[in-house]
Nanobody, 128 residues
Framework: QVQLVETGGGSVQAGGSLRLSCAAS????????MAWFRQAPGKEREGVAA????????VYTDSVKGRFTISRDNAKNRLSLQMNSLTLEDSGMYYC?????????????????????WGQGTQVTVSS
């Protein structure tokens, strides 16, 4: 059974940093594209960052480029998201997600329809 468990969320002042982590189990982690999505109250779900199965390729939504870094440790079945220079607009529930298939889609990897397994989420709250 596929399981994705996010940790690392919390409250932080604008300009601060957080590192999110996702522990994956129940499948061959190294064979699938992984991504982070987020959703704020009253807002639609947004793809934040995605990474190919090997970790060779990544893609980010424009608003986080230069501030967020997605990475993975395939030996430990773990996905991470380093978030720096956080702003109020970064607040929301962050989800670790797994691709339906082990194919890299480039920019299309930020589309929610590509992913069929979602974690429970971890809350990120940025305050001024």
């Amino acid at each position: 059974q596929v399981q994705l468990v996010e940790t690392g969320g919390g409250s932080v002042q604008a300009g601060g940093s957080l590192r999110l982590s996702c522990a994956a189990s129940g499948y061959r982690f190294s064979e699938f594209t992984m991504a982070w999505f987020r959703q704020a109250p009253g807002k639609e779900r947004e793809g934040v960052a995605a990474i190919s199965a090997s970790g060779q390729y990544t893609v980010y939504t424009d608003s986080v480029k230069g501030r967020f870094t997605i990475s993975r440790d395939n030996a430990k079945n773990r996905l991470s998201l380093q978030m720096n220079s956080l702003t109020l607009e970064d607040s929301g529930m962050y989800y670790c997600v797994r691709d339906r298939v082990g194919i890299w889609y480039g920019a299309a990897s930020l589309e929610g329809s590509r992913y069929n397994f979602w974690g429970q989420g971890t809350q990120v709250t940025v305050s001024s």
